[in-house]
């Protein structure tokens, strides 16, 4: 068992040095080594002893272990083949940590976390944030809280309110299902290899129902996307690309109370609802 903080520069040049590791580009693997992101992190979680969590990319088992620490129940799924046997080590003692080896998009999360709420912590590899930040939370998975690594131009964008240049259907979507907030900038520094990149800790609360009630989800999030397939175009000129006549748009618009010289960046989630609804009739 290492007694060491794997949370430091040190530790981890000696775990991958030991295991003849290197980080992987083509993963988006950049190793943690700030023991006090790892502790803003697990605080955010606010992690309890015997609370569920699945770790998404636990690596070497830097955040694992802070999680571990304390007293969370961790199942780790990492998709490296070659890492399981590694957090084997770098892990060794914790025995209330599992780790699964397999691609969080393909696996069965439900069956694996088993029944009851869980919390997700992660440090996302930034090229397939998006993917799978959506795919937890369209799953309708019985996760409380999420809190996750990201790129700060991500995040901005998951927090980003109606007219401004960062809102659009990420925004939407994120806040349909839950009440995301930044909680903590992270440096390049804070990792090696450090990225190119700025980034944060996001803390997304999941709503027990979405943000707005539509009668059509699928209808609802096909008009956003929409709306913001090209930024430029009016809201009554986005709504064609749907394939509707100009009279039913009109009468649509009417019913929602909706401008259709606005653009879509305009809209609120509950003017998106009003109008899905308004289709949907």
């Given at each position: 068992?290492?007694?060491?903080?794997?949370?430091?520069?040190e530790v981890t040049r000696h775990i991958l040095k030991a295991f003849g590791l290197h980080a992987s580009k083509r993963l988006g693997q950049n190793f943690l080594i700030d023991a006090d992101i790892v502790h803003g992190i697990v605080d955010a979680a606010d992690i309890c002893p015997g609370d569920r969590v699945l770790e998404i990319g636990p690596g070497i088992g830097t955040l694992t272990q802070?999680?571990?620490?304390?007293?969370?129940?961790?199942?780790?799924?990492?998709?490296?083949?070659?890492?399981?046997?590694?957090?084997?080590?770098?892990?060794?003692?914790?025995?209330?940590?599992?780790?699964?080896?397999?691609?969080?998009?393909?696996?069965?999360?439900?069956?694996?976390?088993?029944?009851?709420?869980?919390?997700?912590?992660?440090?996302?590899?930034?090229?397939?944030?998006?993917?799978?930040?959506?795919?937890?939370?369209?799953?309708?998975?019985?996760?409380?809280?999420?809190?996750?690594?990201?790129?700060?131009?991500?995040?901005?964008?998951?927090?980003?309110?109606?007219?401004?240049?960062?809102?659009?259907?990420?925004?939407?979507?994120?806040?349909?299902?839950?009440?995301?907030?930044?909680?903590?900038?992270?440096?390049?520094?804070?990792?090696?290899?450090?990225?190119?990149?700025?980034?944060?800790?996001?803390?997304?609360?999941?709503?027990?129902?979405?943000?707005?009630?539509?009668?059509?989800?699928?209808?609802?999030?096909?008009?956003?996307?929409?709306?913001?397939?090209?930024?430029?175009?009016?809201?009554?000129?986005?709504?064609?690309?749907?394939?509707?006549?100009?009279?039913?748009?009109?009468?649509?618009?009417?019913?929602?109370?909706?401008?259709?010289?606005?653009?879509?960046?305009?809209?609120?989630?509950?003017?998106?609802?009003?109008?899905?609804?308004?289709?949907?009739?």
């Amino acid at each position: 068992m290492i007694q060491s903080v794997i949370a430091s520069k040190e530790v981890t040049r000696h775990i991958l040095k030991a295991f003849g590791l290197h980080a992987s580009k083509r993963l988006g693997q950049n190793f943690l080594i700030d023991a006090d992101i790892v502790h803003g992190i697990v605080d955010a979680a606010d992690i309890c002893p015997g609370d569920r969590v699945l770790e998404i990319g636990p690596g070497i088992g830097t955040l694992t272990q802070g999680l571990a620490e304390a007293g969370a129940e961790v199942t780790a799924v990492e998709l490296d083949k070659k890492l399981p046997a590694v957090l084997a080590k770098t892990l060794e003692g914790y025995d209330k940590v599992r780790v699964v080896q397999g691609d969080i998009l393909k696996i069965d999360i439900q069956t694996v976390m088993g029944p009851g709420s869980f919390k997700v912590v992660a440090n996302l590899p930034y090229y397939i944030t998006t993917p799978i930040l959506m795919s937890l939370l369209e799953q309708r998975l019985p996760i409380t809280r999420l809190v996750t690594m990201v790129q700060k131009e991500v995040a901005e964008r998951m927090t980003a309110v109606p007219g401004t240049k960062a809102y659009g259907a990420l925004s939407v979507a994120v806040q349909y299902y839950a009440a995301p907030r930044i909680v903590l900038d992270v440096p390049p520094q804070s990792f090696i290899p450090a990225p190119e990149v700025d980034s944060v800790v996001i803390v997304c609360d999941v709503r027990e129902k979405p943000a707005v009630e539509v009668k059509d989800g699928q209808l609802f999030f096909r008009i956003v996307r929409a709306a913001f397939g090209q930024r430029r175009k009016t809201f009554n000129n986005a709504l064609k690309t749907m394939g509707l006549e100009k009279e039913t748009i009109g009468h649509i618009l009417l019913k929602a109370g909706i401008d259709g010289q606005r653009r879509g960046e305009t809209l609120s989630l509950a003017e998106f609802a009003a109008v899905a609804d308004a289709v949907g009739q």
